[in-house]
């Protein structure tokens, strides 16, 4: 017997994580930003705590009204689902202001840069190597996570737990070649408009890479525990979309930064 309610309403149990979440995030930013100009860096970890914790809290919340409860009806799902895609939008348009300031330097940089792009002094990456390889492991991801969402749908579990692993393992890698990189460069973030944008556009995206593969190894352990069906498994769906939204992201950052910038 299923334990999902029979009703179309919108009933889950009241929350206090946005409360939180909107205080961890205002503590986090203020310390970043004290952080920034060498100040004290403990409103930045008190911060950090503050978010990671009701990060935990809340999802642990949304798993057992989903999956024990039976809270998400049709209507909460739909919800969620809504939720997911104005999140995505929000952050296609933040990663917009990136290619924008990255952009507005290269297209017409300043006497200050020598009036080239790169600037000056800049010697960037060779978009053949490590880029090239990044692009390759983020596409075969791209793939492995499709692998699994279908498996999920004609409910081959263990082709689906197969899928997530493999997705999950070059999520670690990508995210390995990136430190490398930066441990590499020959530039940094205060090297002119040249290593900002490039610090700020990619090490964004290193984060998003980094909070997709905790989404997805979450979704494996839920899958590992058999908290999927073929036909209720938005976190797991959700959990595809930004890694989808990853890639092409990616993908623009490596033909604008990495390729044509160079």
């Not at 209507?75 to 924008?100: C, D, H, N, P, Q």
């Not at 700020?200 to 890479?209: I, Q």
Request: net charge negative; glycine share 8%; proline share 4%.
């Amino acid at each position: 017997m299923s334990n999902h309610e029979n009703h179309p309403f919108h009933m889950v149990n009241k929350s206090p994580w946005p409360l939180t979440g909107a205080i961890g995030a205002m503590v986090t930013l203020m310390g970043l930003i004290k952080w920034f100009h060498q100040y004290d860096n403990s409103l930045l970890g008190i911060g950090t705590v503050i978010t990671v914790l009701t990060m935990i809290q809340w999802w642990r919340d949304i798993t057992r009204e989903g999956t024990y409860q039976g809270l998400h009806t049709k209507m909460v799902t739909k919800g969620l689902r809504w939720g997911m895609i104005l999140f995505i939008i929000s952050e296609v348009l933040f990663f917009a202001s990136f290619f924008w300031a990255f952009f507005h330097s290269s297209l017409s940089p300043t006497i200050e840069l020598g009036s080239t792009w790169p600037p000056t002094g800049i010697q960037p990456f060779n978009p053949l190597q490590i880029p090239l390889l990044n692009t390759a492991i983020l596409l075969a991801s791209g793939v492995t996570v499709t692998w699994a969402h279908h498996s999920l749908l004609e409910n081959n579990f263990s082709q689906a737990t197969q899928g997530l692993f493999f997705t999950v393992l070059l999520g670690i890698y990508f995210t390995a070649l990136q430190a490398y990189e930066y441990i590499e460069a020959p530039f940094t973030i205060a090297d002119s408009a040249y290593g900002s944008t490039f610090f700020m556009a990619t090490g964004f995206h290193g984060l998003h890479v980094i909070i997709g593969t905790t989404f997805l190894t979450t979704c494996l352990l839920r899958q590992t525990a058999l908290h999927f069906s073929s036909n209720h498994h938005f976190g797991f769906e959700a959990a595809a979309w930004y890694w989808h939204f990853v890639d092409v992201v990616w993908l623009f950052l490596y033909i604008s930064i990495y390729w044509w910038g160079s």
